[in-house]
Structures are given as structure tokens and as C-alpha cells.
């Protein structure tokens, strides 16, 4: 079986959560005997493949056109959409934006028309991006995902909710079935650790530096926190920081660094290298305003460290191996580090650690690359 997976543009360039999906998924295919290609070129070829596997959804025009060519040339079309929760981006966008998030806001009511919007501005700093965004300009945003939906043979959904909310939000009957994203093998296999900093149980946030995943409210939490305890504790902050958006927010957390010495922050880890920067942090917050899973907390139970996350979806995965917060409430935020940083570190069910591993997420998505192939041979 051959098969082409295709990204958001610029996919490869940066690391991000569907980027680690892609290619962990690829990666375990490949070992299944799965011939997998991954790409991100809107003229692809999709001659050769048995079958067509795209992802992302949300605010990503280019899939449309991935789909569509899909379809021209009668190839079965998987569709994995990582697709967030409107109502809670929205809530987002009303409530705690930064930079060109201001302006859309003030322009548009709906979501769609905000997305479509921030779409025109990340073109003038990638040309590739100038004919899908210009067709969803015409065409409609909204109109264009809703299609590729219709389009798709199979949805790969990560959560029930997920499945919930897409045929919710586009009033559209989709074929769906639930694949567990996991955590990679260097996180099963982790058996020695080396401690990356002079000071331990400390607490830790894994992810870009950016406004959706609320560094700064995370910032402000501990700060009370150390308030309130007297505890010296240190906050760790994992993950690059665009060097095209979020002008304003990277200023005000640079602002947050010079004045807490407490507060440290690594730019870029190596994948292999996550497990023991987690494994010596005693609390892994997520605190952001909209995600899809909570995975990065799944890593840090891997690691026997205490996870705090958001929303409902991650409630979904994590159950009772987490604590919860509300990404608008600092108070809610150090409250749930609080319970977690004096909390025994997990012991996860073994069946749990069997389960969430992407070697068990590609042979879930192989089960369904063969029925949607066995489908179209009929």
C-alpha cells in the first residue's frame, strides 16, 4: 500500500502538534510495511498513491485543494482535520487577542470571516499561500471546509467531541471513527534521565510561545503561587517563538523573563531530549485557550509528572490523571498547580500506557486505510 500524506503549508518548516502527528504516524506506518510519502505541495501528484490522507482543517485553505484534487483523480481520501472547538476560539478571539487578532476582531463578528482574514496577512509573508487564501476570500471559508468534509471517504477523529462539534458547526453527516493520537517511543522507552537544570520539581509548560497557550496568565498563576507558599519554585517554558507574529505578546513575555529570575525559558528541545526535562518537573500545565487533545500532559504522565490542562477534549483523553483550569481564571490556573505540585506524582494503568502510543495510532489508521480501500472496490 502506498500512501501520500499532505500538511498545511509550511508544515515541515515548523514544529507544532500536527507536525509531531504526521510524522509519528508516518513513521509507525513504515514499520507496518506502508509505503508513506508526506508532503505539502498544493500540484502533487497523486498518481501513484492507493490513497490520500490529509490533515488539518481549521484555517488551512490549501486542504480544500488537496482534496479536490483527491477527487479528480478518484483516489479513497482520508481526512484527520485536528479540528478545535469554534465557540472556545472564538471566546478566545473575543476575550484575548494580541497584534493583527485586534484588528480582525474589531472588523468581523464571525469566526470564519476572522480566520479568512489573519489567512490574507500570513500571505503577504508566504506567496504559496496567495491562491488558497484568495479562493476562500470568493468562495467562503466555511463553504470550502464544509465540502472537503463531503469529500472525505473517512474522518480520523481524536475524540467523540470532535466528531460532535464538526458536524455541528458545518450541519454536514460525516463518516467518522476515533483514532488515539499517543506519545512517541522515546517516551515508552525513557529508562535513564539526565537533569537538565540545578533545581527539580519545578514546573513546566511544553509548547510555542504564543497567546493561545497563555504563558503569560501561566507566568502570573505561579507568581501567586510562590506568593502564597513562600515555596522558591521555578517555571520552565518550552517552545519556540515566532519570528513573524505575535509582536506584541513575545514583548510582553520578554518583559516576564528580564523580571523573574524564577521563570526560564528554552527555545528549542530535541524531541528525544522532552522526557527528561518532564521527568524532573513535579506539575506539566496546559493551560491554553483551545486545543484538541491534551498531549503534552500525556507525555508528562509518561514521565511521572502531574499535568494541569484545559477544556473539555483534553478531559476526554486525561480523565482523572489531571487536574482542569480556565484559561480566562489566573486564580483557576493556581489552584490546579497548587493541588498537582502537592500531589503524589501518577502511577498510569498499565492498559492506559498500552493504549496511547502512536505505534497503536497507525494501526488503528491502517484498520481504516483498508476498509475505505475495500469500500471503493466494490
Known sequence: MKVLMLGRIGL??????????VEHTAEELRRLGVEVDI?????????????????????????????????????????????????????????????????????????????????????????????????????????????????ADTVLVQTVREA??????????????????????????????EKVFKFDNYIICVGRVEPRKNQISIIEAVKKLREETSLDLHLVLVGQMSVIKHFE?????????????????????????????????????SASWFETTGLTSLEALYCGTNAVASGLRAKEYLGGYASFCLPDDIKSIKNAIKKEYFAPRPLIDEKIRQEYTWENAAKRTLEVYKKVLEIKKK
Open 12 to 21: 515541515l518548516e515548523t514544529r507544532g502538534g500536527d507536525r509531531i502527528q
Open 39 to 151: 508532503k505539502t505541495d498544493l500540484d502533487y501528484d497523486p498518481a501513484s498513491y492507493d490513497l490520500i490522507h490529509v490533515f488539518q482543517l481549521d484555517w488551512t485553505p490549501e486542504t480544500y485543494f488537496y482534496a479536490k484534487k483527491a477527487k479528480q483523480f478518484k483516489k479513497p481520501l482520508v481526512l484527520s482535520p485536528i479540528h478545535h472547538d469554534v465557540k472556545e476560539v472564538k471566546k478566545y478571539d473575543d476575550k484575548f487577542v494580541f497584534d493583527i487578532r485586534r484588528i480582525s476582531k474589531i472588523l468581523f463578528s464571525d469566526q470564519f470571516k476572522r480566520d479568512t482574514f489573519k489567512n490574507v496577512y500570513k500571505s503577504l509573508f508566504d506567496w504559496r499561500m496567495l491562491k488558497p487564501t484568495l479562493t476562500s476570500v470568493f468562495k467562503g471559508f466555511k463553504n470550502m471546509q464544509r465540502e472537503v468534509l463531503k469529500m
Open 164 to 193: 460532535e462539534d464538526l458536524k455541528r458547526t458545518f450541519d454536514v453527516e460525516i463518516r467518522w471513527e476515533k483514532v488515539l493520537n499517543g506519545v512517541g517511543r522515546v517516551y515508552i522507552e525513557a529508562t535513564e534521565f
Open 249 to 285: 505578546y513575545n514583548q510582553l513575555i520578554k518583559k516576564c523573563f528580564k523580571k523573574y529570575d524564577w521563570v526560564h525559558h528554552v527555545n528549542s528541545v530535541p524531541y528525544k531530549d522532552l522526557p527528561s526535562y518532564y521527568h524532573y518537573a513535579k506539575v506539566c500545565v
